[in-house]
Nanobody
Framework: QVQLQESGPGLVKPSQTLSLTCTVS??????????WSWIRQPPGKGLEWMGV???????FYSPSLWSRTSISRDTSKNQFSLQLSSVTPEDTAVYYC??????????WGQGTQVTVSS
């Protein structure tokens, strides 16, 4: 059973960089045919897919966020990370990490609330 757990600060100041890490257990992030996603849900809104890092380390980002988003990984720790730069209060959301297979997320973390406020 694959399990994912998000971690990182719950409060970030405007203009700073939001950094989150997802720790994966029960499966390797380098296993072929899988990718690892970041998704967020602002209050009162739907899910927004942010980007993904594939098993080979290649990355793909949402066109609306690509200029501010970076996803990386640490294979020795079986973790992947999200960095979102120049945050504003509109980036306040619950952030989820998930496993992606065949263009669909099948395992999700529980989510972590991030608030952008001074």
């Amino acid at each position: 059973q694959v399990q994912l757990q998000e971690s990182g600060p719950g409060l970030v100041k405007p203009s700073q960089t939001l950094s989150l890490t997802c720790t994966v257990s029960g499966g390797s992030i380098t296993t072929s045919d899988y990718a690892w996603s970041w998704i967020r849900q602002p209050p009162g809104k739907g899910l927004e897919w942010m980007g993904v890092i594939a098993y080979d380390g290649s990355t793909f980002y949402s066109p609306s966020l690509w200029s501010r988003t970076s996803i990386s990984r640490d294979t020795s720790k079986n973790q992947f990370s999200l960095q979102l730069s120049s945050v504003t209060p509109e980036d306040t959301a619950v952030y989820y990490c998930a496993r992606r297979r065949s263009s669909q997320e099948d395992y999700w973390g529980q989510g972590t609330q991030v608030t952008v406020s001074s």
